[in-house]
C-alpha cells in the first residue's frame, strides 16, 4: 500500500475531500498550539545572544573603521614622502648657513647654503617633515603636501613673522654689514 491515510481514506470513499482539508486544518492548529510558550529563561538567553551578536557587528565596525584610518594614513604618509623625494632640493656639503626652525616646540637646525636661505626666507622654498628627517622642498611642492598633511610641513609663524618685519622697518636707516652672519 503506497501513499498516506488520508489519500487512502479519500480513495475508499470513507473521507470527502473538504473533511481532509478540515482535519488537516484542525491538525496544524493543534501543533502550533502545542508548541510550549518560551521561558523567562529562554527570552533572558535570546536576548543575551542578541545583544552579543550586536555587540560584535559594532566592534567589527569600529575595527573596520580604524583600519581603514590607519591605510589612509599610510597611504598619505607614502605620498608625501615620494613628493618630497621626487622634488627635494639637496643642500650642498659645504654649507655655511645655519637655518633654524621650530618644530615639535623644539629649535632644529639644517645646515644650507646663502642662495637656499635666502629662498626660504623668501618662500619659495619650504621644509617638509619626512620620516624623522626635513626635506628642502620647492613652495608648490609644499602646498600640495599640505593639502595631504597640513602638520608635514614646517611653517613659519605668520604672528612672528609680521612683527619681525615690522621691527626691522624700524631699522630700516641702519644697514647691517654684509661681513655678519646671525
Do not use: C
Not at 584610518?69 to 648657513?97: C, F, G, K, W, Y
Not at 609644499?142 to 615690522?166: F, K, L, M
Request: hydrophobic residues 40%; aromatic residues 4%.
Amino acid at each position: 500500500m503506497a501513499g498516506s491515510l488520508k489519500d487512502q481514506l479519500l480513495k475508499a470513499g470513507i473521507a470527502s475531500k473538504k473533511q481532509a482539508k478540515e482535519i488537516e486544518l484542525e491538525k496544524r492548529k493543534k501543533h502550533k498550539q502545542g508548541k510550549p510558550a518560551l521561558s523567562q529563561e529562554d527570552r533572558e538567553r535570546a536576548a543575551a545572544i542578541e545583544a552579543a551578536r550586536l555587540e560584535k557587528i559594532e566592534k567589527d565596525r569600529r575595527l573596520n573603521e580604524e583600519r581603514r584610518q590607519q591605510q589612509t594614513e599610510r597611504s598619505t604618509r607614502a605620498e608625501i614622502r615620494q613628493l618630497a623625494d621626487q622634488h627635494r632640493v639637496m643642500p650642498p656639503r659645504n654649507a655655511d648657513v645655519r637655518y633654524n626652525f621650530v618644530w615639535d616646540g623644539k629649535v632644529r637646525s639644517l645646515w644650507v647654503d646663502a642662495d637656499l636661505h635666502r629662498q626660504l626666507a623668501a618662500g619659495t622654498l619650504s621644509l617638509v617633515a619626512v620620516e624623522r628627517e626635513f626635506a628642502l622642498v620647492p613652495a608648490a611642492i609644499a602646498e600640495r603636501i599640505i593639502v595631504r598633511d597640513p602638520a608635514a610641513v614646517v611653517r613659519n609663524d605668520d604672528a612672528s613673522q609680521r612683527q619681525i618685519a615690522a621691527e626691522e622697518a624700524e631699522y630700516a636707516e641702519f644697514p647691517i654689514p654684509d661681513d655678519l652672519h646671525w
